[in-house]
């Protein structure tokens, strides 16, 4: 009787050798002596013999079972081609009468016949008839790089180089932007074009121009800075206005309502305001100091803001707000009242707040730096503010402590007295102390460090 595999695909015995423990086709994990009988099952599924299917090593069985193409099994079925030959098995010594042979028949093997490369692999597909094999796509990508390589290198150098050029200057314009250097600024509105030349700007500074823009546009909000002192608030007011070509006007602190609308003296005389003179003839307006500003003084603001006209006492008739005029207003606070630093800052009136945008304006460190042009002196300054706050001791060491000091050290005043004068201020020894003593810590780069080391040295 002939030994036939109880599998009528390959794919069926590789799928029950794979249930009973075999490895995943393809995933080159190595057949052992523990799943070998299961891969035996599949060669002789795929037309290998039984017997040459027992003499193949641990390596060959492996190399077959993972070679998804075939061609393994193609070279072993052409291989040590077995004859046939019955096995015959005689009782010696057997106290039973003998009994006949049992011969178990065996296929023989197709007589082999040579075949060109792709006859082969036509042959044996006939007989796996497997799915379709994926593509390799990395030998094919392996194969195209070393042959078109040099030619796709010289079609590509050009446009990669003129990419790299491009990322440089977008990187350079970056820069530029995010560390206050120079560069220069179009602006278009209403179809007006104008450029400002190279200037030291806050990375914001674009921000605040749009806001400052559409704050004409029907319930539209007003910009308002909120930062620390010396942040470069009244700065940036100063540029917007130049950007828009206009004249830039400005009040401190309001101690009343005249300082805006102006007065009349005991003669009849009219006194105008800097705030007249942008709302009637057009210009940007700066009402800095807004939250130290008396509140009703801010609240007269508001009919001008929402209705764009005010009245005056020079004249019965209002004012109507010129269609270039423009505010901007500056605080340390956020309009809620005193902080443990600004203690003289009033809460505001929230019909006030509510006419403003806020956009938190902080201290550039950068920009500090390129002001300063003394990065050993301002990199200390920095490294003070930073320690101060750390310690919630309420000191304020802004901006203005780098430029004042890199002014007096180019003037080669002493390191303690400018020290003195541009950052302690008077501050009791012990704080000052507490803040010297954590500096190191603080420094915003290690590169700093040795600056640091060496200027507090002087």
């Not at 794979?18 to 523990?34: C, F, H, L, V």
């Not at 077995?82 to 049992?102: A, C, L, Y």
Request: hydrophobic share 45%.
């Amino acid at each position: 009787m002939a030994r036939r595999s109880k599998f009528t695909t390959p794919d069926a015995a590789a799928a029950w050798a794979i249930s009973k423990g075999a490895p995943a086709r393809g995933n080159k994990w190595p057949i052992t002596s523990a799943t070998r009988g299961l891969v035996k099952f599949w060669l002789t599924a795929s037309g290998i013999s039984s017997e040459r299917a027992g003499t193949l090593t641990l390596a060959e069985m492996t190399e077959a079972w993972h070679d998804l193409t075939g061609a393994t099994l193609l070279r072993l079925a052409a291989d040590t081609p077995v004859t046939p030959s019955p096995i015959i098995t005689e009782q010696k010594d057997n106290p039973m009468p003998m009994q006949e042979p049992i011969i178990f028949d065996r296929p023989a093997p197709r007589p082999a016949q040579p075949l060109d490369q792709d006859a082969r692999m036509k042959a044996l597909l006939e007989i796996l008839n497997p799915a379709t094999p994926a593509l390799d796509e990395a030998a094919i990508l392996e194969i195209v790089t070393r042959n078109m390589g040099a030619t796709i290198s010289a079609a590509t150098t050009s446009a990669t180089e003129m990419a790299r050029l491009e990322l440089e200057d977008l990187l350079t314009e970056a820069r530029a932007i995010v560390n206050g250097a120079p560069r220069t600024l179009r602006i278009e509105i209403a179809g007006r074009v104008k450029e400002m030349g190279p200037a030291k700007r806050h990375p914001l500074f674009d921000t605040l121009l749009t806001l400052a823009v559409i704050s004409k546009e029907p319930n539209a909000l007003h910009p308002m800075l909120v930062g620390p002192a010396g942040s470069g608030k009244t700065t940036a007011a100063q540029q917007v206005a130049e950007a828009l070509g206009l004249s830039f006007y400005s009040n401190g602190a309001l101690t009343g309502a005249h300082e805006l609308t102006g007065y009349k003296d005991a003669a009849g005389a009219y006194h105008g305001t800097p705030f007249r003179q942008a709302f009637e003839h057009g210009g940007v307006y700066l009402a800095d100091e807004m939250d130290r500003s008396d509140p009703a003084a801010v609240l007269s603001l508001n009919s001008a803001l929402a209705n764009r006209f005010m009245a005056f006492p020079d004249q019965a008739e209002p004012v109507r707000a010129h269609d270039q005029f423009y505010i901007i207003a500056a605080c340390n606070t956020f309009g809620r009242g005193a902080d443990r630093i600004y203690i003289g800052a009033n809460q505001m009136d929230g019909a006030s707040l509510d006419r403003f945008g806020t956009i938190t304006w902080d201290y550039d460190e950068e920009l500090e730096r390129a002001i300063a042009d003394d990065d050993a002196w301002t990199a200390y300054v920095q490294a003070a503010r930073a320690a101060a706050a750390d310690l919630k001791i309420r000191h304020v060491i802004s901006p203005r402590a780098s430029y004042y000091g890199a002014i007096m050290r180019r003037a080669k005043l002493s390191f303690d007295f400018v020290a003195e004068a541009a950052i302690w201020k008077g501050l009791d020894r012990e704080q000052r102390e507490r803040i010297i003593a954590r500096i190191p810590n603080r420094v915003a780069t290690r590169a700093q460090a040795p600056i640091i080391h060496a200027i507090a040295a002087e």
